[in-house]
C-alpha cells in the first residue's frame, strides 16, 4: 500500500446530519473536498436538470468489520458503509448541497452489509440509483432503486439485479438511448471469485491468475427498457493494447481492477478505470459501448490513500474529473470528493493529471 507523507492533517468536524439537506460548501476547481462534513468517495456525476449531481460512496469510521461467516476471506473489511447521501452543484465552484439520505441500508430487503460505490441515471421520468452490497450470503450484488427526484429518496427493489455480481456498477446510456452497465472489481470487490455468475467464497485470488493470461476485466451488459435488469447476461469487456493482444494479468500499470466508467467523446467511446495496486486512473477507446477498448494512457496519477476512482461528465461545455482522496483522514478508507478540469488534446487524447498534494 503507497504512503503519503503530509505533515499536517487537517482536524475537521465530521459529525454531519443525516435528516435535512446542508448547503454552503464551495466547490474548487483547484480541488479543494466538495464537503467535508461527512467523508465521501467513489463520486459518480451526472447533470440532471441542468444541475450536477454527484453520487458517492458514503465512507464511515469505526472498526473494520469481522471477518465472519457468511462473510468469510473478506477483504475490504473497513469500508463498512451503511448508506448513500448525494452532492449537487448548479456548477462547479458553486456552493454544494449535501441531500439528507438517499437510501438507507436497514430499507434494502436483501442486503446484509457494506454499500460500495454507487451510480446514477435517468430515463422515462425516473431516477435510477444503482449500488453493490454484499447479500446474507457474503456475495456482493447489485441493486437497484428508484425515485421522482435526482436527490432520492430512492425506494429499493426487493431483490438485487437478476444475474449481477461484484462492485461498482456505472451505467452509460448512448445518443440512441441504449444503456449499459459497467460493473465489477478485484479483491474485495469478489469478481476473481465469481465464475459464471457463481460466487465462491473460497475461490481464486486476483494473483492466482498466471501472469501471461489476459487480465480481468470489467462486465458489461445492456439494460432493459425498464432499466430494472439486464436484457443479456453480463460479459466481459476487452481491453487489448496498442497491437491488439489483451493487457496481461502481470501488467499491473495498465490491467483493469475496478471503477470503470464511460463516457463518449467526439463520437468515442471512452472505458477509464481504477488499476487499483498501482493506483492510476487509465483508459482506452474504442468504436461500440461494448468494446473492444484499447489502452490509450493515464489520466490521473496515484492519490493519498490506496483507492482511486472517478467519474468523468460535462457541464456547460467543459469536462470535469470527480475523485477522491485520503488526504483530510490520512485513512484508506475515509475519503473526501474532489472535482478537477479534464482536458484533452488536439487528437482526443485526455491530458495525465497529477493531483496528488505533497508534503506541507
Ligand atoms: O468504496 C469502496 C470501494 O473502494 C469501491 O467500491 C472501490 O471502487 C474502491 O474505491
Known sequence: M???VTASLAAVSLAGCAHAPSTGTATDAAGAPLVTEIFTADPSAHVFEGRLYVYPSHDIEGPALPDIAPFL???GNAFRMR???VLSMDRVGGPVTLHPVAL????VPWAARQMWAPDAAFKNGTYYLYFPAKDRQGAFRIGVATSSSPAGPFTARPEPIKGSFSIDPSVFTDDDGRSYMYFGGLSGGQLQKTVNGVFNPDGPREADRAPHEPAYAPMVAPMTGDMLEF???????????AKGQPIRADDAERRFFEAAWMHKYRGKYYLSYSTGGTHYIVYATGDYPQGPFTYQGRILEPVAGWTTHHSIVQKDGKWW????DSQLSGKTWLRNVRVAPLEYDREGRIKTMDRSIKAM
Open 2 to 4: 503507497k504512503t503519503f
Open 73 to 75: 476471506n473478506s477483504q
Open 83 to 85: 448508506d448513500y447521501r
Open 104 to 107: 438507507d441500508i436497514d430499507d
Open 231 to 241: 436484457a443479456e447476461a453480463p460479459r466481459a469487456v476487452e481491453i487489448l493494447d
Open 321 to 324: 474529473l470527480f475523485y477522491a
